[in-house]
C-alpha cells in the first residue's frame, strides 16, 4: 500500500487534506493523526473491519482494547450506555486533553473495538488537528497509538513513518507533541474511581474534581505481582527500545559513578548508550549520550523520552543505562513507562 504523508501546521488546518483523511475513514481505510500526547492511528471506532485492520497494522494482540476519540461531548450518547456525573464533571475540568475515561459500552460500539470488554474507553484530544480530522471522519475514531505494537509510541511524524509506512493509507504529521506520554486513563464505571494508567493529569488533578481516587493497585506493584492490570494494554511489554535498558536509582552522585564503571569494565564491541539529565551529561562518554532535559523540567522530560529510546535504537546501541527521572507531578508516569521499557530492570546504587 501506499501511504501519503502530509505535513499539516495545527494551527492553520489544510481543509483539503483532512477531508481527505476523513473519507479515507469512512471508507473502512487507516489514517494516523497527531494529538497532543503521541500520535494515534486512526479507524472508523463504529466499524468492526477498521478495527481488525487497526490489529494487523500495529501487530498488536486483538483482545487489547482501542480508545475512541471524540471531537464533542454529545458523542458520548451513542457510544455509551450511561454517562455517570463524574464524567461530566472530568470532562468540564480536563477535555479537551489528555485524559480517557472508561464506560459502559452501548451496542453501537462493536466488541472488535473494545477487544472484547462490555466497557468502552474515551478521550476528546485537545489538538486542532485531531479535533479537526475526527469531525470530518464523522466524529468516533478508534485510534491506539502509531507505533509498531512493543515499539516506543511516536511522538514526531518521522517516527509513525518508521513505523507505518505501507500499512496505512495516510499519515498527518502535525510535528512533536506537546506532551509526549499516553494519556491518564481513569475507570469510572464502579464505585471508586481508578487510574489504570498513569499520564500528564496527575491522580491529585483527578482528586481535585471528585474526591477519592485511587491507583490499579496492579499498576504500582512489581512485576512479581500477578494481579492482572485493569487496562489490558499495560500487562504487555511496551515501549521498549532494542537495546537492553536498565535504570540505574539511588543518590544522582553514586548513579553516575555506577554508570562510569560499567561503561568502562564492558566488553570492546558492545554499543553503549547513557540516558542522562542536562545536569550530568558531561559527565559521561559512551557510543550514544542523550540528553533527555533538566530535572527542573518534567514537562520537557516527558516529552523527549520516547524519541531517544527511538534514537537508541537508530544508533544500533545494545545496552542503555538510565537515569531515574521521578520528578515532579509526572515524575510517576514517566517511571511508569521507563521501567516497562527497562522490562522492570533497576538497580539502586
Ligand atoms: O494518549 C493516548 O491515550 C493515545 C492517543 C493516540 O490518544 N492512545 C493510546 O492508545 O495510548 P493505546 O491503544 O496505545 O493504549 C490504550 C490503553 C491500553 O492500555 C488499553 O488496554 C486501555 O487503554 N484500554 C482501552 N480500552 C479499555 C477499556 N475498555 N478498559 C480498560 N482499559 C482500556
Ligand atoms: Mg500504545
Not at 506537546?178 to 491529585?204: A, Q
Not at 553503549?272 to 520537557?300: F, H, M, Q
Not at 527521572?325 to 539502586?348: P, S, T, V, Y
Request: glycine content about 10%.
Amino acid at each position: 500500500m501506499n501511504t501519503e504523508y502530509v505535513v499539516i501546521d495545527n494551527d492553520y488546518i489544510d481543509k483539503e487534506a483532512i477531508d481527505r483523511a476523513g473519507k479515507i475513514i469512512k471508507e473502512g481505510g487507516l489514517v494516523a493523526f497527531p494529538t497532543e500526547t503521541v500520535y494515534g492511528l486512526g479507524g472508523d471506532a463504529l466499524n468492526p473491519s477498521a478495527s481488525a485492520k487497526i490489529y494487523a497494522a500495529k501487530g498488536r494482540p486483538s483482545d487489547n482494547p482501542l480508545i475512541v476519540h471524540i471531537e464533542d461531548i454529545s458523542a458520548l450518547e451513542k457510544i455509551t450506555k450511561e454517562i455517570p456525573e463524574a464524567a461530566y464533571k472530568l470532562a468540564e475540568k480536563y477535555w479537551p486533553g489528555p485524559l480517557t475515561m472508561i464506560f459502559n459500552k452501548s451496542d453501537a460500539v462493536p466488541y472488535e473495538t473494545t477487544g472484547g470488554l462490555d466497557t468502552v474507553a474515551v478521550r476528546m484530544p485537545s489538538n486542532k488537528t485531531a479535533l479537526a480530522f475526527i469531525k470530518a471522519a464523522g466524529g468516533y475514531i478508534a485510534a491506539p497509538s502509531a507505533n509498531i505494537s512493543g515499539r516506543p509510541s511516536p511522538t514526531k511524524g518521522s517516527h509513525v513513518l518508521e513505523d507505518m509506512n505501507g500499512r496505512i493509507e495516510m499519515i498527518l504529521d502535525g510535528g512533536e507533541c506537546d506532551i509526549g506520554l499516553e494519556s491518564t486513563i481513569v475507570d469510572i464505571t464502579e464505585g471508586m474511581p481508578m487510574i489504570l494508567r498513569p499520564g500528564y493529569i496527575s491522580i491529585e488533578m483527578v482528586r481535585e474534581v471528585l474526591g477519592k481516587t485511587e491507583y490499579d493497585p496492579a499498576i504500582i506493584s512489581d512485576v512479581s505481582s500477578n494481579r492482572a492490570p485493569k487496562a489490558p494494554g499495560m500487562k504487555y511489554k511496551h515501549y521498549a527500545p532494542k537495546g537492553d535498558l536498565t535504570i540505574v536509582s539511588g543518590d544522582k552522585e553514586k548513579v553516575v559513578e555506577y554508570i562510569k564503571n560499567r561503561i568502562s569494565e564492558e566488553k570492546t564491541g558492545v554499543k553503549i548508550g547513557i540516558l542522562a539529565s542536562s545536569e550530568t551529561i558531561r559527565w559521561y562518554n559512551a557510543d550514544k549520550v542523550i540528553d533527555i532535559g533538566s530535572l527542573s523540567d518534567e514537562d520537557e522530560v516527558a516529552r523527549h523520552l520516547y524519541g531517544a529510546l527511538r534514537d537508541f535504537d537508530e544508533a544500533g546501541i545494545d545496552i542503555i543505562y538510565s537515569e531515574e527521572f521521578d520528578i515532579g507531578r509526572i515524575g510517576q508516569a514517566i517511571m511508569n513507562r521507563l521501567i516497562k521499557a527497562a522490562g522492570h530492570k533497576i538497580i539502586e546504587v
